[in-house]
């Protein structure tokens, strides 16, 4: 059976299975190698999402996941009192919510790569573009999250990770050190372009592989074609102890 790695997030990963999304080119990366499954639902907070732990990684599962990125804090960071206050999650609550999602997953699997991704930052005046380009003169008249309040959120997810010492990427920071991020990076505001999609599979990427998780290194789940042979097919699946049934 080939090992599972579970992308858990927000809407920005649940986007991440689009055209050029980084969650599609991890799967094509890991092709043939690992089954990457996409478990990101749009519009939740940490506090939400603590709900589906259970369902999507029950402890009783003999076939863990080898790997699993947590991103969430978008939508946890949404200001109170603004129009998306309702996803609003106090900071300190915030990283309570992630330091049980990992000590859930350690539970499940002490080996698991686990891995916190920072919130992307918020360009706010695109953000408020957005919302009129939706609403028009209905829009909201404040963005209803900010680059500062989000960096406050970054900031405690890395402080999470570092206290249950397990790797993360400061996507926050990342992308800012680019001049232009805002429209380089960011569709709306907060969700990712092509562009911003290529920093965050190059980030996981970098990560899975100083874990020992680089696809390069991984083995096919069955033979190359090129090492079959034509003659007595069933001798290269015997040796690979994968004996396979022909159609």
């Not at 519009?43 to 603590?50: D, E, P, S």
């Not at 129009?83 to 859930?104: A, C, F, W």
């Not at 408020?128 to 406050?152: F, H, I, Q």
Request: net charge negative.
């Amino acid at each position: 059976m080939r090992p599972q790695i579970v992308l858990f997030g927000d809407s920005i990963t649940q986007q991440s299975f689009g055209s050029a999304g980084w969650g599609a080119a991890l799967a094509d990366a890991y092709c043939r190698k690992a089954d990457v499954l996409l478990r990101g639902y749009g519009g939740y907070n940490t506090r939400w999402a603590l709900f589906l732990l259970h369902h999507i990684f029950p402890l009783d599962n003999s076939n863990p996941p080898v790997a699993t990125t947590i991103f969430f804090g978008a939508n946890d960071a949404a200001l109170f009192g603004r129009t998306s206050e309702r996803q609003h999650v106090p900071v300190e609550e915030y990283g309570d919510n992630l330091k049980i999602m990992v000590q859930h997953l350690k539970r499940l699997s002490p080996t698991m790569l686990v891995v916190l991704i920072t919130p992307p930052p918020v360009d706010e005046d695109g953000r408020m573009a957005y919302a009129k380009s939706l609403y028009g003169e209905k829009a909201m008249k404040l963005p209803e999250r900010t680059n500062e309040m989000t960096g406050v959120y970054a900031r405690q997810c890395i402080e999470t990770a570092k206290d249950l010492g397990v790797p993360f990427i400061d996507l926050w920071s990342k992308m800012q050190e680019t001049e232009g991020w805002q429209k380089k990076f960011l569709s709306d505001g907060l969700h990712l372009t092509e562009e911003g999609n290529a920093v965050v599979h190059k980030e996981v990427v970098g990560v899975f592989s100083v874990a020992g998780l680089s696809s390069e290194e991984m083995p096919y789940d069955f033979p190359h074609h090129s090492q079959i042979d034509a003659k007595n097919p069933e001798k290269t699946f015997q040796q690979q102890q994968c004996l396979a049934q022909p159609l």
